[in-house]
């Protein structure tokens, strides 16, 4: 079974921009959580879906935001991009609400 | 943000050896998860832990769920150069009146360098 995917792996983007981070769930899987992930702050929740609805949002500025398809494959986006939002973006999915969570291999957001 | 208390932050062992690290929190959770972190990937989960005073193992890795509930530990027994790594606990809550959520807390990790 494969596992979860995220795209791009890489991304390069400068201030002011806006940046959309996609994630494929595992197969099965109708719960996808985000997480950043920064030498400073470490891992920290951005939010989670079920089911297309968000059940949980973490501590974040509303330029961060995301959705989640009728297929489980989820989106996040961050709009007017600060250099602090450089970081590892983490997607990770699970069966149900809660429960194991099993990550991907993270998007590099590099802000200039 | 909210972070658990992991400690050691980090370890400088010699192959073969244990490895204890543990995590604390101020809160209660239902579920500790552990983690292995290699630099540039993702967090690959090693060990979940549902019930409080529960042990589990997964190879040469055994952790606990605190009776407690708001604590967890990771022992890693007869150490080898691939479990180089950083480590992380991470627990997960449930919402108030809401039922279980999959929000993750983490700790700040464990790096672990094993020396041949």
């Known amino acids: 079974k494969a596992g979860v995917t995220q795209t791009p792996r890489y991304l390069i983007k400068t201030r002011g921009q806006q940046v959309t981070l996609s994630c494929s769930p595992i197969s099965g899987h109708r719960s996808v959580s985000w997480y950043q992930q920064t030498p400073g702050q470490g891992l920290q929740f951005l939010f989670e879906y079920f089911s297309e609805t968000q059940r949980n949002k973490g501590n974040f500025p509303g330029r961060f935001s995301g959705r989640q398809f009728s297929n489980s494959r989820s989106e996040m986006n961050v709009s007017t991009l600060e250099l602090g939002d450089s970081a590892l973006y983490l997607c990770?999915?699970?069966?149900?609400?809660?429960?194991?969570?099993?990550f991907g291999p993270g998007t590099r957001l590099t802000v200039t | 943000g909210q972070q658990l208390n992991q400690s050691p932050q980090s370890m400088f062992i010699q192959e073969g050896e244990d490895v204890s690290m543990n995590c604390t929190s101020s809160s209660i959770f239902n579920t500790w998860l552990w983690y292995k972190q290699d630099p540039g990937e993702g967090p690959v989960l090693l060990i979940a832990l549902y019930k409080a005073g529960e042990l589990t193992s997964n190879g040469r890795l055994t952790a606990q769920f605190g009776i407690t509930r708001k604590d967890s530990f990771l022992n890693i027994s007869a150490s080898i150069p691939s479990d180089v790594g950083i480590y992380f606990c991470a627990g997960q809550a449930r919402l108030h009146g809401s039922g279980n959520t999959g929000k993750l807390i983490f700790g700040q990790g464990t790096t672990l360098q094993v020396k041949p």
């Open positions: 990770a999915s699970s069966l149900g609400v809660s429960g194991e969570q099993y």
